[in-house]
């Protein structure tokens, strides 16, 4: 089974903090994804990751960073928190484009 | 602009019952993919079934399947002799050749037992 796990399943933070959220994934997928779900919007994109060291912005990239040093493990990190970036956050693979992406369990987090 | 359309934000359906969730979706491209995907309560999220877009016909995972409806650009999912575990969010998703998964605003399905 594929498995996806993040480091965190709560998280609060002070506005201004400079926040990581860290996600691994045990399958070798090549591609790796970090979305955020608000009551409403559904899911939307940050960025995602076709290759170690490789990202692209999705829809919502303002405000976010990632990184993808090694290829199980893809980093979202929030530069200086606010608190319109309170949301669940969720981490995704793939093994390629058209597959079917699997997620981890999110990252609640509370920007206070 | 890809748009995926759930017009249900909440339905609600008895133990041992049929459902059925509405998704449409907008795209001018041929070849794309179609998800359905289930959250339950402070849970992850989990693929419930998959269509490509060129094969015919429906997919169908168990309890679960769907009418795909290319010309009419629908996707609605039935789920079939209802269980207190259907309980959960439901998004639908489209994933295009030169696009990245996007998903519905999603719908919240009630079990009553």
């Known amino acids: 089974d594929v498995k996806v796990t993040q480091s965190s399943r709560y998280l609060v933070k002070r506005t201004g903090e400079k926040v990581f959220l860290e996600c691994v994934q045990d399958?070798?997928?090549?591609?790796m994804f970090w979305y955020r779900q608000d009551p409403g919007l559904g899911l939307r994109l940050i960025y995602f990751?076709?290759?170690?060291?490789?990202?692209e912005k999705g829809d919502i990239p303002e405000g976010y960073s990632v990184s993808r040093e090694k290829k199980e493990r893809f980093s979202l990190i929030l530069e200086s928190a606010s608190t319109n970036q309170t949301s669940m956050y969720l981490c995704?693979?793939?093994?390629?484009?058209?597959?079917?992406?699997?997620f981890g369990p999110g990252t609640r987090l509370l920007v206070l | 602009a890809q748009t995926v359309t759930q017009s249900q934000p909440e339905m609600s359906v008895q133990e041992a019952e049929t459902v059925t969730l509405s998704c449409t979706y907008d795209?001018?491209?041929?070849?794309?993919?179609l998800f359905w995907y289930k959250q339950p309560p402070s849970r992850q999220m989990i693929l419930v079934i998959r269509?490509?877009?060129?094969?015919?016909q429906n997919a169908t995972e168990n309890r679960f399947s769907v009418n795909f409806q290319k010309a009419a650009k629908s996707f609605s999912l039935k789920i079939s002799d209802s269980q207190l575990g259907d309980a959960a969010m439901y998004f639908c998703?489209?994933?295009?050749?030169?696009?990245?998964?996007?998903f519905g605003t999603g719908t919240r399905l009630t079990v009553i037992p």
């Open positions: 399958m070798d997928h090549e591609n």
């Open positions: 995704a693979s793939s093994s390629s484009r058209q597959e079917t992406q699997y």
């Open positions: 269509q490509e877009a060129y094969k015919q």
């Open positions: 998703a489209q994933l295009t050749g030169a696009n990245n998964l996007f």
């Open positions: 990751s076709y290759d170690v060291k490789m990202k």
């Open positions: 795209t001018s491209e041929s070849d794309y993919y």
